[in-house]
C-alpha cells in the first residue's frame, strides 16, 4: 500500500497499491462511481475530477484520445487513472440528488414570489 486516495465531498479515503485506479479505489473506499461498460473506457460515466496535485501514473493515450481535452481540465476516467501517490478526487453529484436539489430550489422560488 503506497497511495491514499481521498474522495470528495465524502472524505472517504484507502491506502491502496501503486498503479491502482481511481474506480478499484473508491470501491476500496466504499464510494460508489457509477459505471456501465465495467472499466473498458466505453461509457464515458465514470468521470472524475482530479485536484491537480494529486500523485497519479501518466495518462495512457486511449484515455487522453478518449478525453478529448477533457484532461486538461483535471478530468479523468476512474476506470483508466492509476494512482501513484497521495490522490484527491471530486465527484460529480448524483443526478438524482442534483435534479431533486434543483426542482427543491424552484419550488422555493416560487413560494417566495406569492
Ligand atoms: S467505467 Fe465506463 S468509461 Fe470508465
Keep these: 500500500m503506497d497511495a491514499e486516495v481521498t474522495f470528495y465531498p465524502s472524505g472517504k479515503s484507502a491506502r491502496v497499491r501503486?498503479?491502482?485506479t481511481v474506480l478499484d479505489a473508491a470501491r476500496r473506499a466504499g464510494v460508489t462511481i457509477a459505471t456501465r461498460c465495467g472499466g473498458k473506457a466505453a461509457c464515458y460515466m465514470c468521470k472524475v475530477t482530479v485536484r491537480p496535485s494529486s500523485q497519479l501514473l501518466p495518462i495512457g493515450d486511449e484515455e487522453?484520445?478518449?478525453?478529448a481535452g477533457l484532461d486538461e481540465k483535471n478530468i479523468r476516467l476512474a476506470?483508466?487513472?492509476?494512482?501513484?501517490?497521495?490522490?484527491e478526487v471530486e465527484?460529480?453529484?448524483?443526478?438524482?440528488?442534483?435534479?431533486?436539489?434543483?426542482?427543491?430550489?424552484?419550488?422555493?422560488?416560487e413560494e417566495e414570489l406569492w
Design 79 to 87: 476506470c483508466q487513472t492509476r494512482v501513484s501517490g497521495k490522490t
Design 91 to 109: 465527484l460529480p453529484p448524483d443526478p438524482l440528488r442534483a435534479a431533486v436539489a434543483k426542482a427543491l430550489a424552484r419550488q422555493k422560488e
Design 18 to 20: 501503486r498503479g491502482t
Design 64 to 67: 487522453r484520445r478518449k478525453l
